[in-house]
Protein backbone atom coordinates (compact mmCIF):
# COMPACT_ATOMS: atom_id res chain seq x y z
CA UNK A 1 0.00 0.00 0.00
CA UNK A 2 1.50 3.40 -0.76
CA UNK A 3 1.54 5.73 1.75
CA UNK A 4 -0.95 8.41 -0.37
CA UNK A 5 -3.58 5.31 0.53
CA UNK A 6 -5.99 6.03 3.67
CA UNK A 7 -8.32 3.62 3.20
CA UNK A 8 -8.64 0.38 1.13
CA UNK A 9 -11.10 -2.65 0.66
CA UNK A 10 -9.64 -5.92 -0.53
CA UNK A 11 -12.53 -8.38 -1.32
CA UNK A 12 -15.04 -6.90 0.32
CA UNK A 13 -18.02 -9.13 0.80
CA UNK A 14 -21.14 -9.15 3.14
CA UNK A 15 -23.65 -11.56 2.90
CA UNK A 16 -27.07 -11.57 4.93
CA UNK A 17 -29.60 -14.45 6.03
CA UNK A 18 -33.07 -14.06 4.39
CA UNK A 19 -36.31 -15.55 4.99
CA UNK A 20 -36.32 -19.09 6.59
CA UNK A 21 -38.99 -20.54 8.99
CA UNK A 22 -39.88 -24.20 9.81
CA UNK A 23 -39.57 -25.88 6.91
CA UNK A 24 -37.19 -24.01 4.98
CA UNK A 25 -33.94 -22.66 5.21
CA UNK A 26 -33.00 -18.65 5.22
CA UNK A 27 -31.26 -18.03 1.38
CA UNK A 28 -27.94 -16.30 1.17
CA UNK A 29 -28.34 -12.60 0.06
CA UNK A 30 -24.74 -11.32 -0.98
CA UNK A 31 -25.20 -7.27 -0.96
CA UNK A 32 -21.91 -6.98 -0.94
CA UNK A 33 -20.02 -9.47 -3.36
CA UNK A 34 -16.37 -8.64 -3.25
CA UNK A 35 -15.36 -5.11 -3.45
CA UNK A 36 -12.14 -3.34 -3.74
CA UNK A 37 -11.35 0.53 -3.50
CA UNK A 38 -8.23 2.58 -2.12
CA UNK A 39 -9.40 5.87 -1.21
CA UNK A 40 -6.32 9.08 -0.91
CA UNK A 41 -6.14 11.89 1.38
CA UNK A 42 -7.75 14.99 0.28
CA UNK A 43 -9.65 12.59 -2.86
CA UNK A 44 -13.28 12.15 -3.03
CA UNK A 45 -14.20 8.48 -4.30
CA UNK A 46 -17.85 8.45 -5.58
CA UNK A 47 -19.96 5.01 -5.09
CA UNK A 48 -22.86 5.47 -7.68
CA UNK A 49 -25.54 3.42 -8.40
CA UNK A 50 -29.31 2.26 -7.94
CA UNK A 51 -31.19 1.42 -4.76
CA UNK A 52 -30.73 -1.96 -3.79
CA UNK A 53 -26.85 -2.14 -5.17
CA UNK A 54 -25.15 -2.33 -1.83
CA UNK A 55 -24.22 1.37 -1.35
CA UNK A 56 -25.87 1.53 2.47
CA UNK A 57 -24.03 -1.99 3.15
CA UNK A 58 -20.62 -0.72 2.07
CA UNK A 59 -21.28 2.52 4.23
CA UNK A 60 -22.10 0.57 7.42
CA UNK A 61 -18.62 -1.82 7.10
CA UNK A 62 -16.64 1.73 6.45
CA UNK A 63 -17.76 2.55 9.44
CA UNK A 64 -17.80 -0.29 11.96
CA UNK A 65 -21.13 -0.63 12.30
CA UNK A 66 -21.04 -3.92 10.96
CA UNK A 67 -18.19 -6.61 9.81
CA UNK A 68 -17.57 -8.02 6.42
CA UNK A 69 -18.38 -11.16 5.93
CA UNK A 70 -15.14 -11.64 4.15
CA UNK A 71 -12.35 -9.39 2.58
CA UNK A 72 -10.32 -7.04 4.60
CA UNK A 73 -10.75 -3.27 5.17
CA UNK A 74 -7.95 -0.92 6.18
CA UNK A 75 -7.33 2.26 7.97
CA UNK A 76 -3.98 4.10 7.83
CA UNK A 77 -2.51 0.15 7.49
CA UNK A 78 -4.28 -1.12 10.20
CA UNK A 79 -7.05 -3.97 9.84
CA UNK A 80 -10.38 -2.30 10.07
CA UNK A 81 -11.53 -5.77 12.73
CA UNK A 82 -14.02 -5.39 15.86
CA UNK A 83 -11.11 -5.71 17.90
CA UNK A 84 -9.54 -2.38 16.45
CA UNK A 85 -12.69 -0.56 15.54
CA UNK A 86 -12.81 1.35 19.20
CA UNK A 87 -9.16 3.15 18.40
CA UNK A 88 -10.57 3.39 14.79
CA UNK A 89 -14.01 4.65 14.77
CA UNK A 90 -13.27 8.32 15.90
CA UNK A 91 -11.18 8.62 12.56
CA UNK A 92 -13.94 7.95 9.74
CA UNK A 93 -17.52 10.00 10.37
CA UNK A 94 -21.06 9.79 8.50
CA UNK A 95 -23.06 12.36 7.54
CA UNK A 96 -26.68 10.91 6.56
CA UNK A 97 -29.05 12.07 3.51
CA UNK A 98 -31.64 13.54 6.32
CA UNK A 99 -30.88 16.25 8.26
CA UNK A 100 -34.12 16.14 9.67
CA UNK A 101 -33.64 12.91 10.92
CA UNK A 102 -29.90 12.82 12.16
CA UNK A 103 -30.62 15.84 14.70
CA UNK A 104 -32.05 15.17 18.21
CA UNK A 105 -34.76 17.40 18.37
CA UNK A 106 -34.18 18.02 21.99
CA UNK A 107 -30.72 19.09 22.53
CA UNK A 108 -29.60 22.60 21.39
CA UNK A 109 -26.73 22.81 18.87
CA UNK A 110 -23.85 22.94 21.11
CA UNK A 111 -24.82 20.14 23.23
CA UNK A 112 -25.44 17.78 19.93
CA UNK A 113 -21.45 19.20 18.75
CA UNK A 114 -19.91 18.38 21.80
CA UNK A 115 -21.41 14.84 22.42
CA UNK A 116 -18.72 13.06 20.11
CA UNK A 117 -16.18 15.03 22.36
CA UNK A 118 -17.51 13.84 25.61
CA UNK A 119 -17.42 10.04 24.85
CA UNK A 120 -14.31 9.99 23.11
CA UNK A 121 -11.78 13.01 24.80
CA UNK A 122 -13.20 12.73 28.42
CA UNK A 123 -9.89 14.61 29.38
CA UNK A 124 -11.04 17.48 27.50
CA UNK A 125 -12.48 20.00 29.67
CA UNK A 126 -15.67 21.95 29.30
CA UNK A 127 -14.49 25.01 27.94
CA UNK A 128 -12.30 23.61 25.94
CA UNK A 129 -15.12 21.20 24.34
CA UNK A 130 -17.24 24.78 23.52
CA UNK A 131 -14.06 26.07 22.02
CA UNK A 132 -13.92 23.49 19.20
CA UNK A 133 -17.67 23.45 18.50
CA UNK A 134 -17.78 27.11 18.15
CA UNK A 135 -14.54 26.48 15.99
CA UNK A 136 -16.38 23.66 13.88
CA UNK A 137 -19.79 26.10 13.56
CA UNK A 138 -17.84 28.86 11.74
CA UNK A 139 -16.11 26.55 9.61
CA UNK A 140 -19.27 25.16 7.89
CA UNK A 141 -20.54 28.74 7.79
CA UNK A 142 -22.61 29.08 11.20
CA UNK A 143 -22.86 31.59 13.59
CA UNK A 144 -21.90 31.85 17.44
CA UNK A 145 -24.99 32.53 18.53
CA UNK A 146 -26.33 29.04 17.10
CA UNK A 147 -24.55 27.19 19.52
CA UNK A 148 -27.95 27.56 21.60
CA UNK A 149 -30.57 27.05 19.50
CA UNK A 150 -32.26 23.89 18.72
CA UNK A 151 -32.28 22.13 15.58
CA UNK A 152 -35.92 23.20 14.70
CA UNK A 153 -34.46 26.55 14.31
CA UNK A 154 -32.34 25.93 11.05
CA UNK A 155 -33.17 25.21 7.68
CA UNK A 156 -32.46 21.90 5.95
CA UNK A 157 -29.22 22.97 4.43
CA UNK A 158 -28.40 24.88 8.00
CA UNK A 159 -29.01 21.51 9.09
CA UNK A 160 -26.82 19.81 7.56
CA UNK A 161 -24.28 22.17 8.21
CA UNK A 162 -24.54 21.36 11.86
CA UNK A 163 -24.34 17.25 10.83
CA UNK A 164 -21.14 17.90 9.01
CA UNK A 165 -19.75 19.97 11.75
CA UNK A 166 -20.94 17.00 14.38
CA UNK A 167 -18.93 14.77 11.96
CA UNK A 168 -15.65 16.92 12.24
CA UNK A 169 -15.64 17.33 15.74
CA UNK A 170 -13.11 14.47 16.16
CA UNK A 171 -10.52 15.53 13.55
CA UNK A 172 -11.81 12.50 11.13
CA UNK A 173 -9.65 11.33 8.29
CA UNK A 174 -12.57 10.00 6.33
CA UNK A 175 -15.29 11.35 6.05
CA UNK A 176 -18.48 8.65 4.68
CA UNK A 177 -21.21 11.42 2.70
CA UNK A 178 -24.43 9.00 2.14
CA UNK A 179 -26.47 11.10 -0.46
CA UNK A 180 -25.51 14.16 1.79
CA UNK A 181 -27.57 16.75 -0.11
CA UNK A 182 -30.19 14.66 -1.46
CA UNK A 183 -32.96 16.01 0.78
CA UNK A 184 -32.22 19.44 0.05
CA UNK A 185 -33.43 22.18 -2.57
CA UNK A 186 -31.29 22.34 -5.74
CA UNK A 187 -30.61 25.61 -4.63
CA UNK A 188 -29.20 24.96 -1.61
CA UNK A 189 -27.34 21.79 -3.04
CA UNK A 190 -24.52 23.49 -4.52
CA UNK A 191 -23.96 26.01 -1.54
CA UNK A 192 -23.04 22.18 0.54
CA UNK A 193 -21.52 20.78 -2.31
CA UNK A 194 -19.02 24.06 -2.00
CA UNK A 195 -18.84 23.87 1.49
CA UNK A 196 -17.42 20.10 1.54
CA UNK A 197 -14.91 20.73 -0.97
CA UNK A 198 -13.83 23.86 0.59
CA UNK A 199 -13.84 21.55 3.87
CA UNK A 200 -11.73 18.90 1.76
CA UNK A 201 -9.09 21.38 1.05
CA UNK A 202 -8.69 22.68 4.34
CA UNK A 203 -8.83 19.70 6.34
CA UNK A 204 -7.35 16.86 4.24
CA UNK A 205 -10.33 14.75 4.39
CA UNK A 206 -10.52 11.73 2.02
CA UNK A 207 -14.53 11.30 0.95
CA UNK A 208 -16.31 8.29 0.33
CA UNK A 209 -19.43 9.77 -1.06
CA UNK A 210 -22.33 7.76 -1.65
CA UNK A 211 -24.49 8.92 -4.47
CA UNK A 212 -27.88 7.96 -6.73
CA UNK A 213 -27.34 11.32 -8.59
CA UNK A 214 -24.65 11.63 -11.22
CA UNK A 215 -25.31 15.32 -11.70
CA UNK A 216 -23.90 16.09 -8.24
CA UNK A 217 -20.82 13.07 -8.40
CA UNK A 218 -19.65 15.49 -11.30
CA UNK A 219 -18.92 17.89 -9.14
CA UNK A 220 -17.27 16.33 -6.12
CA UNK A 221 -15.96 13.20 -7.05
CA UNK A 222 -12.16 12.60 -8.51
CA UNK A 223 -12.76 8.37 -8.90
CA UNK A 224 -16.14 6.87 -9.77
CA UNK A 225 -17.19 3.07 -8.44
CA UNK A 226 -19.91 2.18 -10.15
CA UNK A 227 -21.83 -0.76 -8.76
CA UNK A 228 -24.74 -3.34 -9.81
CA UNK A 229 -25.92 -6.02 -7.43
CA UNK A 230 -23.44 -5.58 -5.10
CA UNK A 231 -20.46 -5.69 -7.34
CA UNK A 232 -17.93 -3.41 -8.95
CA UNK A 233 -18.95 -3.13 -12.79
CA UNK A 234 -16.88 -0.23 -13.75
CA UNK A 235 -14.41 2.00 -12.15
CA UNK A 236 -12.23 4.99 -12.60
CA UNK A 237 -11.29 8.66 -13.10
CA UNK A 238 -14.19 11.06 -13.08
CA UNK A 239 -13.07 12.11 -16.63
CA UNK A 240 -12.67 8.33 -17.58
CA UNK A 241 -16.24 7.65 -16.41
CA UNK A 242 -17.64 10.72 -17.92
CA UNK A 243 -15.77 10.99 -20.57
CA UNK A 244 -15.93 7.59 -21.89
CA UNK A 245 -18.05 5.31 -20.09
CA UNK A 246 -17.66 1.49 -20.69
CA UNK A 247 -19.96 -0.41 -19.07
CA UNK A 248 -23.30 -0.58 -20.73
CA UNK A 249 -24.95 0.04 -17.17
CA UNK A 250 -22.90 3.20 -16.78
CA UNK A 251 -23.91 4.28 -19.93
CA UNK A 252 -27.19 4.23 -19.42
CA UNK A 253 -27.02 5.57 -15.73
CA UNK A 254 -24.97 8.64 -17.62
CA UNK A 255 -27.63 8.97 -20.33
CA UNK A 256 -30.73 9.71 -18.01
CA UNK A 257 -28.44 12.71 -16.39
CA UNK A 258 -28.72 15.72 -17.67
CA UNK A 259 -25.55 17.01 -19.72
CA UNK A 260 -23.30 19.82 -18.55
CA UNK A 261 -23.49 20.88 -22.46
CA UNK A 262 -26.95 20.68 -22.91
CA UNK A 263 -27.02 21.34 -26.55
CA UNK A 264 -24.89 18.14 -27.54
CA UNK A 265 -26.67 15.57 -28.86
CA UNK A 266 -28.14 13.22 -26.15
CA UNK A 267 -29.92 10.14 -26.53
CA UNK A 268 -31.25 8.38 -23.36
CA UNK A 269 -30.56 5.02 -22.84
CA UNK A 270 -33.60 3.14 -21.18
CA UNK A 271 -32.60 0.04 -19.36
CA UNK A 272 -34.88 -2.95 -19.47
CA UNK A 273 -36.85 -3.92 -16.46
CA UNK A 274 -36.30 -3.29 -12.70
CA UNK A 275 -33.10 -4.21 -10.80
CA UNK A 276 -33.65 -8.22 -10.80
CA UNK A 277 -33.73 -9.76 -7.37
CA UNK A 278 -30.32 -10.00 -5.66
CA UNK A 279 -31.76 -14.03 -5.25
CA UNK A 280 -31.63 -14.36 -9.19
CA UNK A 281 -28.20 -13.42 -10.02
CA UNK A 282 -26.75 -16.26 -12.48
CA UNK A 283 -23.25 -17.26 -12.96
CA UNK A 284 -23.31 -15.14 -15.77
CA UNK A 285 -22.95 -11.26 -16.09
CA UNK A 286 -25.68 -9.69 -13.37
CA UNK A 287 -26.57 -7.21 -15.96
CA UNK A 288 -27.35 -9.53 -18.63
CA UNK A 289 -30.93 -9.47 -18.44
CA UNK A 290 -31.07 -5.46 -18.88
CA UNK A 291 -28.12 -5.41 -21.16
CA UNK A 292 -28.92 -4.32 -25.13
CA UNK A 293 -25.55 -5.91 -25.80
CA UNK A 294 -26.34 -9.18 -24.56
CA UNK A 295 -24.41 -12.07 -25.72
CA UNK A 296 -24.75 -15.84 -25.07
CA UNK A 297 -20.97 -15.52 -23.49
CA UNK A 298 -22.58 -12.99 -21.24
CA UNK A 299 -25.55 -15.69 -19.67
CA UNK A 300 -22.70 -18.41 -18.86
CA UNK A 301 -19.55 -16.24 -17.85
CA UNK A 302 -19.16 -13.14 -15.08
CA UNK A 303 -16.85 -10.67 -16.81
CA UNK A 304 -14.04 -9.88 -14.52
CA UNK A 305 -13.09 -6.32 -13.52
CA UNK A 306 -9.47 -5.93 -14.45
CA UNK A 307 -7.04 -3.69 -12.32
CA UNK A 308 -6.31 -1.14 -14.65
CA UNK A 309 -6.85 2.66 -13.56
CA UNK A 310 -9.94 2.67 -16.18
CA UNK A 311 -11.60 -0.58 -15.83
CA UNK A 312 -15.36 -2.51 -17.18
CA UNK A 313 -16.68 -5.56 -15.94
CA UNK A 314 -18.03 -6.50 -19.37
CA UNK A 315 -16.91 -8.53 -22.60
CA UNK A 316 -18.17 -5.94 -24.81
CA UNK A 317 -16.66 -2.47 -23.24
CA UNK A 318 -17.23 1.08 -25.12
CA UNK A 319 -19.71 2.54 -27.18
N1 LIG B 1 -29.90 -6.15 7.22
C1 LIG B 1 -30.24 -6.69 6.06
N2 LIG B 1 -30.82 -7.90 5.99
C2 LIG B 1 -31.15 -8.45 4.81
N3 LIG B 1 -30.93 -7.88 3.61
C3 LIG B 1 -30.37 -6.67 3.61
C4 LIG B 1 -30.00 -6.00 4.82
N4 LIG B 1 -29.45 -4.79 4.49
C5 LIG B 1 -29.48 -4.71 3.15
N5 LIG B 1 -30.04 -5.83 2.60
C6 LIG B 1 -30.21 -6.12 1.18
O1 LIG B 1 -28.94 -5.94 0.57
C7 LIG B 1 -29.08 -5.35 -0.72
C8 LIG B 1 -28.27 -4.07 -0.76
O2 LIG B 1 -28.89 -3.11 0.10
P1 LIG B 1 -28.31 -1.64 0.39
O3 LIG B 1 -29.25 -0.97 1.34
O4 LIG B 1 -26.89 -1.75 0.79
O5 LIG B 1 -28.41 -0.96 -1.04
P2 LIG B 1 -28.35 0.60 -1.42
O6 LIG B 1 -27.69 0.67 -2.73
O7 LIG B 1 -27.76 1.36 -0.30
O8 LIG B 1 -29.87 0.99 -1.56
P3 LIG B 1 -30.60 2.29 -0.99
O9 LIG B 1 -30.06 3.44 -1.79
O10 LIG B 1 -32.05 2.00 -1.24
O11 LIG B 1 -30.25 2.36 0.48
C9 LIG B 1 -30.57 -5.14 -0.94
O12 LIG B 1 -31.06 -6.23 -1.70
C10 LIG B 1 -31.13 -5.14 0.46
O13 LIG B 1 -32.48 -5.60 0.46
Not at 296 to 303: F, S, T
Amino acid sequence: MTAETVMSATGLKRDYDVGGGLFSKPRVLHAVAGVDFRLSPRKTLAVVGESGCGKSTLARMVTMIEAPTAGTLTLDSTDMVPETWPQLRQHVQIVFQDPYGSLNPRQRVGTILEEPLVINRPRMSSAEREAKAREMLGLVGLRPEHYDRYPHMFSGGQRQRIAIARALMLDPKVLVLDEPVSALDLSIQSAIINLLVDLQDRLDLAYLFISHDLSVVRHLADDVMVMYLGRVVERGAKEAIFGAPQHPYTQALLSATPKADPTAAHERIKLAGELPSPFDVSDGCPFAPRCWKVADKCRRERPALSDDAHAAACFFPGA
